[in-house]
């Protein structure tokens, strides 16, 4: 099992920036994939960004390109999503995710953590 925990979540001013971490433990591997998604109220969860462990390629939902940045550290099992220029359309409860071992969907959710921009 693997267990995720999301930091770094709070309210911000729009133009403004936070950096999320999501910290795994237990049994991650290093092929798969770890994802950031949001959730707003009343909306579906939405992809945000996702990389691969081992190798680094990143994947952006077109509205957020160019804004945020994932990256990972493999040795800390962390993973980190830096949102520069928020909006408040940004606003969302943001959650970590994890491939399991055979690499086909998203098995493992950390709690999410909130994030606000205000206008």
């Known amino acids: 099992q693997v267990q995720l925990v999301e930091s770094g979540g709070g309210l911000v001013q729009a133009g403004g920036s936070l950096r999320l971490s999501c910290a795994a433990s237990?049994?991650?591997?290093?092929?798969?994939?770890m994802g950031w998604f949001r959730q707003a109220p009343g909306k579906e969860r939405e992809f945000v960004a996702s990389i691969v462990w081992s190798g680094g390629n990143t994947y952006y939902a077109v509205s957020v390109k160019g804004r945020f940045t994932i990256s990972r550290d493999n040795a800390k099992n962390t993973v980190y999503l830096q949102m520069n220029s928020l909006k408040p359309e940004d606003t969302a409860v943001y959650y970590c995710a994890a491939q399991g071992g055979r690499g086909l969907t998203y098995d493992y959710w950390g709690q999410g953590t909130q994030v606000t921009v205000s206008s």
């Open positions: 237990g049994r991650t591997f290093s092929s798969n994939r």
